[in-house]
């Protein structure tokens, strides 16, 4: 979670790599509470029960991490769990602001079945971090000094108010302290820096090695790496970065940029709630189907971890994302996505400044499944008609 006090433009941000269990992820538009909006569901879920991030159309934005140290008494073990997905859906449904989201906490039927971080941003410059267990909850907030003095929270698998050295993610929490505080010190705290350097971020800290920097200047071949504790590895499903609004900015035009599936095989594609229910095809599915953007970086991906046995998977061949011939999967990525940037930056300078029509997103929309669909087709060698 990051304050708009800190970006380079002024506006919060949300930043969530997803791991989980559920490799297959679409987007979705809901209209199916008080509020619109935009939710990143599991392809399987049909009926769009649990959202696992989202913004909507008051400009409150959400997402979660897993927390493994808080709810470990027996008696909590017993009780309902694994509500997080569905509580977030209630927030997107009812909430405009952290205020509503706190009542929302209160209010909610204890025990909760929550065991996580939310992240939480709103229209109003407010932006939070909440550790929450099955009985309560604690803030951090990113506006106080105190708390957050670069303006930023942090927060992997386990919980600051859980069990002392319980839990999961530490090595990656290490990783991410070390890339914020840069990003930080050179005044980079901004959407580019977040999808392009955090979430696609080679470096371990306990091997004090970058691997990235290493295999940059190495030929392609048939090099592997260990990537357990890299902040992006087997597990990681998708992303997503919310770049939230601040005041002027029309209240429905927080910008979703989603990575719908692996992030070192998948391009990241901006959405906003004001486009309507009209998203990118390449991000939607009908029914209980994938994605199609989530299942071609799916197949790229078998290409990063070939090995299907035993621990395999733990075994990222970093060749075929970065070598020194520059023909590797994430690097063509890399480059492409800037023209996303870049035209998505120019129509941004408009539209926040206007009630811009819904067409000319939804237009900007088809535009980029073309852009997106022919980079697949020409230059990573996907087949469409898989």
């Known amino acids: 979670v990051i304050s708009g006090k800190y970006t380079d433009d002024g506006r919060p941000m949300l930043w969530k790599l997803r791991d989980t269990d559920f490799h297959k992820n679409k987007m979705c538009y809901f209209r199916d509470g008080k509020y619109h909006y935009i939710g990143l569901i599991n392809s399987k879920d049909v009926e769009g029960k649990e959202i696992w991030a989202g913004s ?6 959400i997402m979660n991490s897993a927390s493994f140290n808080v709810n470990l008494d027996t008696k909590s ?3 309902i769990q694994d509500q997080e997905g569905v509580f977030m859906k209630k927030a997107l449904q009812s909430c405009r602001d952290l205020q509503a989201f706190e009542k929302l906490l209160r209010k909610t039927k204890k025990p909760m079945g929550l065991a996580a971080h939310f992240g939480v941003i709103d229209r109003f410059g407010n932006a939070a971090f909440y550790e929450v267990n099955n009985h309560q909850y604690r803030k951090f907030d990113a506006n106080d000094p105190g708390l957050a003095p670069n303006g930023y929270i942090i927060r992997t698998n386990f919980s600051h108010t859980g069990k002392k050295d319980s839990g999961y993610g530490f090595i990656r929490y290490q990783t991410a302290q070390s890339i914020f505080h840069e990003a930080d010190s050179r005044k980079k705290l901004n959407y580019r820096t977040v999808i392009s350097e955090f979430s696609r971020c080679f470096r371990h800290p306990v091997l004090d090695e970058d691997f990235r920097k290493t295999y940059v200047g190495i030929p392609g071949g048939n090099h592997f790496i260990n990537s357990g504790d890299l ?6 499903a998708s992303s997503i970065l ?5 005041r002027g900015d029309p209240k429905e035009m927080s910008t979703i940029w989603t990575t719908i599936g692996f992030p070192h095989t998948c391009v990241t594609l901006p959405l906003w709630v004001r486009g309507g229910v009209e998203l990118p095809k390449l991000l939607t599915a009908e029914a209980a189907e994938n994605s199609r953007l989530n299942q071609w970086a799916l197949e790229l991906k078998k290409h990063c971890y070939p090995i299907q046995r035993s621990s395999g998977y ?3 061949q970093i060749s075929a994302l970065l070598n020194s011939d520059k023909t590797g999967i994430l690097q063509q990525i890399e480059a492409f996505e800037q023209t996303i940037f870049r035209e998505t930056e120019k129509r941004l300078i408009k539209w926040r400044k206007n009630e811009i029509p819904k067409r000319e997103i939804e237009a900007y929309y088809r535009q980029l499944d073309q852009m997106v669909s022919t980079f697949y087709t020409d230059k990573l060698g996907v087949n469409h008609e898989k």
């Open 56 to 61: 909507n159309s008051e400009g409150f934005s």
């Open 314 to 316: 733990k075994y990222m």
């Open 77 to 79: 073990k017993k009780t």
């Open 242 to 246: 919310i770049q939230g609004i601040k």
């Open 231 to 236: 902040i992006t590895r087997h597990g990681t």
